[in-house]
């Protein structure tokens, strides 16, 4: 937090309901640039190739990206409004077109394809209840409770009053009630690895951007960390990195 001399406080992107869940966010990481990959998946193929430090291209249709590293050889990548998880070591991707989640692979150094796939993770989600920490005093809570749901809470967001002058609301820990039921997709990369879809919105005075629609993670949960992109209406979408909770 920076702060003027005499102790005023000087408004920052980790004071914006916008921006402030994105604090924590890993660096950019431009290591995909200059690579191409033909992704085979179900008898179709996808052609992306990451062009330049911003640029990419899938089937010829040129997007904007953004990737972060989870871990070695891992990458989470915001193609546009779509989404691309790929590993350089097993050889394998797991694109979310749309409303399509694509399991794909690639060929590798010795010119073979994989047999094996990323593939829905069933049941293994569920009962686990953890909190997301994104910055300070932003935090998404997340209990999957089966049938697909994942009951979802989000710390409430600061204010600025008076002159500048920050403070928070009287209460910014999630109530028990400030929850809402969201279906979700989750997809096994490795064992402790999950990729997750939840779509849904959130509610007036969180520290999420007012009209958040759906929300795609990384989770890791050997090394408790997460990365992924917030996705909505009015704003354009939030890379976030987080770190883990379990909750009782």
Known sequence: MIMKYGGVYIPNLANDG???????????????????????????TYDLAFTCRERAQLDGKACDYESLKLEKDTYFVRLGQDIAVINVEQCLAT?????????????????????????????????????????????????????????????????????????????????????????????????????????????????????TNRIVTLQDYERMMLVGCVFGEGFEPVMITGYAKFLD
């Open 18 to 44: 916008k921006y402030g869940i994105g604090q924590y966010r890993f660096p950019r990481n431009y290591e995909l640039n200059g690579k191409s990959f033909t992704i085979e998946a179900d008898g179709k």
């Open 95 to 211: 694109l979310i077109l749309g409303d399509t989640f694509v399991y794909g692979a690639f060929k590798g150094p010795d010119g073979k394809l994989p047999a094996a796939r990323h593939a829905r993770a069933g049941d293994d989600m569920t009962d686990t209840k953890i909190r997301w920490v994104l910055g300070p005093n932003k935090y998404v809570n997340q209990e999957y409770i089966g049938g697909a749901k994942v009951r979802t809470a989000w710390s409430k967001n600061t204010v600025m009053i008076g002159n500048g002058m920050k403070s928070f609301r009287d209460n910014w820990e999630a109530a028990a009630e400030d929850y809402d039921d969201l279906p979700y997709t989750a997809v096994k990369i490795t064992e402790p690895m999950y990729l997750v879809e939840i779509k849904g919105g959130v509610r007036e005075g969180v520290c999420a951007p007012k009209g």
